[in-house]
């Protein structure tokens, strides 16, 4: 079994950063594809980004490529999102989530996937 602990969120304005980390148990880190997923009061849980085993692939949505970036320390047993260019839209819960993977390829972008998750970080981005 994975335990995943979120940090790194809190309050910032508009156009600001937010960096969340997400530490992982185990000593099977490197056999995970991570993911972040958000979600937003009254909406649908939706991926944000995802990296493979050895971050050789990444994947953002839409919403938030160019302004954020996903990376692993396999040897700290730790994923990161660097958020930059906040928007107000920005403003969820942010949930780290982990599924073992047996070989090299993208990560899913699904929640049902996902066999482990985090507690969640709360991300709130002021206009």
């Known amino acids: 079994q994975v335990q995943l602990v979120e940090s790194g969120g809190g309050l910032v304005q508009a156009g600001g950063s937010l960096r969340l980390s997400c530490a992982a148990s185990?000593?099977?880190?490197?056999?995970?594809?991570m993911a972040w997923f958000r979600q937003a009061p009254e909406a649908e849980r939706e991926l944000v980004a995802t990296?493979?085993?050895?971050?050789?692939?990444?994947y953002y949505a839409d919403s938030v490529k160019g302004r954020f970036t996903i990376s692993r320390d396999n040897a700290k047993n730790t994923v990161y999102l660097q958020m930059n260019s906040l928007k107000s839209e920005d403003t969820a819960v942010y949930y780290c989530?982990?599924?073992?993977?047996?070989?090299?390829?993208?990560?899913?972008?699904?929640?049902?996937?996902?066999?482990?998750w985090g507690q969640g970080t709360q991300v709130t981005v002021s206009s």
């Open positions: 185990g000593r099977t880190f490197s056999t995970y594809c």
């Open positions: 989530a982990a599924v073992r993977t047996f070989y090299s390829a993208t990560c899913s972008s699904s929640v049902a996937d996902y066999a482990y």
């Open positions: 990296i493979s085993r050895s971050a050789d692939i990444l």
